[in-house]
């Protein structure tokens, strides 16, 4: 039986009020919804946007060589309200004496070696400590040296520095020097500020409680403080090609089921984000992930740069960390410690890490270093565009 | 107002009274009740409840049953599959073992719920198409946690419980098997995700504004149809030149509705054991951005 309630007339019928009811309470509830909605988005951004303006991601969909430029440290160290440190009167009255009495060094076993003999001149050498040494631990001469005696080695911190000091030029030497790039691009050179950013005790445990309460310890601290040090990462070396697979995830035929080996790549890469700065598309044509090349044939460098740096840190990780013993309970030096070595260590969410400075002068290789690798570790085969 | 005043047709037969809430009026006119709870919605709410029990015993042990921290962290607490050591064996509890638990019960839930439809279907002398296209939502849930899974030999395959989780998985699926979005099959459930909502949307507003001339009575619309859906079906044929029945529209929305979930179905299983890389099927069938000159070499 039909039971039509109303009769309406004419081309353009009116609502019945119990319609008009039913229509006016959804656009109510759209408004409402649409409002909540952009209300959570602000506040979530509000909420978020001190990390996301130190932090955050700055995308940078096309690869463009001359946008890749490295911020000017201090303006870094400002924005983390960090003072740049300057020599301490004692110190700079001490050098004074010491510099008039030795005019030449005494015990410089590794500047000479690395850059030369200009830095037999101890003017030179002050000059090299007190711009990069100074700022970029943030410390004053006297923490690491005897203000009687600057060529004395009493000072733990002091042994530590110069082995450290090695390891910064063999890595830049076997690192940096061969990281596959296209011709042209500027390569930055290692300073004691691309890991310390203006702090001698940078990387401790505290880093791992901040980034847990960040992101929560269900998120596992991620990303400041992700490790790659795990076996499968630190026991990845190159095969007889030069090739080797640290995180490679898409499936052949061969692929071993199970998802978990995707999720390890995929945490890697969402710390690579944020320690650079960057979207997947800075490295990765978004299509196909495995490619190194756009459909138009564009080779991505920063991939394959990627790939390198992770050859770098894994001999970081395994070769010269673990010499370099902790100098209190807090710090970290091996793999099975709090946090390793990562990307976000020296990148801080940039592309070229704020503490690398400019190429100045030549970087000397050295036959027999004072600190030598614990293991060889080849430098992996790129795969670069064919010319 | 009474229900019975408002809905006075005999088509809805309603074992007993149903309520009207004021403030829902709004919000879809729904009547309240009667529920009819019987031994399959009994046997699907006690499955359901050890589900969220097992998941949430995961949850609890994630923040160290520490309140505070369960809702701050909700959205990226996840209880995980077992690790891929395991295959498709059982895992220890807190490696994987709430997961197996929780799924399997998840499992018999919707089961349980899908036989429960179907006997009200049933019992309402209704033809029991509610239960197929629930049936299609249960092959999909089906094929992304078991059948997958199953084929691939190791539950690490299939998607954590929480809201994390199955980002993570969608994500990771993707990722693993060389872009989903390439996979044909997830393209067919594509548009059949998109076609049902913009039909719903098209049949919706369309009902809505002729609302005035009765067309939102569409079962009888369906037998007699008089000028609110002959207004409806001009207005269609007038902008592209063809129009649904009152019939014919809802077999259409079920049609596609369902599609989106047997068609994502079959894309899952066939991730891995027909094609472990879909961005390569792509290549091969010459629809990747820069046809095949693009995908070689590779990487």
Known sequence: MRNVHETVDGPIAGYNDRQRQILRGELVGLIAFTVMALVGVIVISVWQGETRATEGFRAEYEYNYAGVQ????????TSKNITPTQISPEAAAAYGVWAAANPKTKNVQVLTKYLGAKYEDTAAIFGYMSQYVTTGLGQSCEYCHNLADFSADEKPTKLNARNMFVMMFEVQNKWVESIPRPEGQVIYQLQCASCHNGVAKFWNKDLKAKSQESFGVAGGGMPYDYTFADERFLGSLPDADGRVNYFQV????????????????QNAMYHMNTALGVGCDFCHYGGYFRSYSLPDGTYKYPKAQARHMLGMLQDLTVNWLPQLPPLDANSVAAPDQAVAPNCYMCHRGYVVPPGDIAPTEPIQKV???LLAPLQDIPIPISVLPKP | MEAEALYPEGIERRAKKSFHIKALQGFGDTQIGPIYLGIWGLLAIGSFAITVLMIFIGYGLQVGWNPIRFMREFAVLGVEPPAPSYGLQFAPLAQGGFWQIATLFLTLTLVFWTIRIWSRATANGVRPL????????????????????????????????GLRAQLVWANNFSIKYGNFYYNPFHMVSIFGLLGSTVLLAMHGATILATVQYQSHRELDEIEDSTEGTHRAQLIWRWIMGFNATPHSIHVWALGLAT??????????????????????????????????AACVPLP
């Open chain 2, 130 to 161: 509610l239960p197929i296209a629930f049936g299609a939502a249960l092959f999909l849930f089906s094929a992304i946690y078991i059948i997958h899974p199953i084929s691939m030999g190791s539950w690490n395959e299939a998607p954590g419980h």
């Open chain 2, 259 to 292: 599609l989106a979930a047997v068609a994502g179905g079959i894309g899952v299983i066939t991730s891995g054991p027909a094609e472990p890389n879909w961005y390569l099927w792509a290549c091969r069938a010459g629809i990747t951005p820069g046809g095949i």
């Open chain 1, 367 to 369: 036959a027999a270093p």
């Open chain 1, 250 to 265: 898409i499936a052949d035929r061969t692929t071993p089921p199970g998802l978990n080996d995707t999720a390890r790549n």
């Open chain 1, 70 to 77: 490295k911020v000017n440290f201090l303006q870094y160290l």
